[in-house]
């Protein structure tokens, strides 16, 4: 148990569904992250929110988007999604350090594996 | 964009085999972390070396940090079985925004 739990472990969605994932830190920490995981890939960074406001967007489709609504919580809606966005989606959190030359370390949950039909 | 080449891609060994795993980068990082990833779960860091030139172990892990900053290895004394996994290696340049490998697949036959 890291303290970053991930809900569903598990989602299968057709193209026109909306769903939500949801992840919830008890660590105390002020900046969350959103990963995705394909196979043979690196992680990718998708969303960071330090302090409940997002501070990274990498790129990433408006068919996902993200909701922090305080630093516990993290959310990513998802909605008319492609198969190729099929992959684990990890999240994380950390102490913010988004000024700093040090890192801080980021906890990872167990993450979403979703599907997409 | 950064890029981290890490290599092997996957290893099979037998259990009490020494194992060594590396990452180079095009770009230099202040921080160079190892990560471990079991089926169904997030990646859980290993060890995290802060300094050009570090050598840190953790049991019978070791990790050293390159003095270019651009490379880093992971080694990993007498595998057992429970060593199966992913590991990652992790480049971050300032603040928490990391730069992931692609991974390396350790298998370990008894």
């Known amino acids: ?55 990274e967007n990498n790129s990433v489709p408006s068919r996902f988007s993200p909701e922090c609504p305080n630093s516990s919580h993290l ?8 198969p190729e966005d099929s992959a684990l989606y990890l999240c ?26 | 964009g950064q890029q981290l080449n890490q290599s092997p891609q996957s290893m099979f060994i037998q259990e009490g085999e020494d194992v060594s795993m ?5 770009s230099i990082f202040n921080t160079w972390l190892w990560y471990k990833q079991d089926p169904g779960e997030g990646p859980v860091l290993l060890i995290a070396l802060y300094k050009a030139g570090e050598l840190t172990s953790n049991g019978r892990l070791t990790a050293q940090f390159g003095i270019t900053r651009k490379d880093s290895f992971l080694n990993i004394s007498a595998s057992i079985p429970s060593d199966v996994g992913i590991y990652f290696c992790a480049g971050a340049g300032g603040g928490n925004k990391l730069t992931f490998g692609t991974g390396t697949q350790l298998k370990v036959e008894l």
Do not use: I
């Open chain 1, 1 to 55: 148990e890291t303290g970053v739990t991930q809900t569903p472990r598990h989602l299968v969605m057709g193209m026109t569904n909306k769903k939500s994932l949801k992840c919830e830190q008890h660590l105390g920490h002020n900046a969350m992250y959103w990963y995705k995981q394909s196979a043979k890939k690196p992680l990718e960074l998708m969303f960071v929110y330090s302090l409940e406001e997002r501070v």
């Open chain 1, 75 to 82: 959310f990513l809606h998802l909605h008319t999604l492609q």
């Open chain 1, 92 to 117: 994380a959190s950390s102490q913010d350090g988004s000024g700093d030359d040090s890192y801080n370390e980021q906890f990872f949950g167990p993450g979403t594996r979703l599907t997409v039909l």
């Open chain 2, 22 to 26: 590396n990452c180079t980068s095009s």
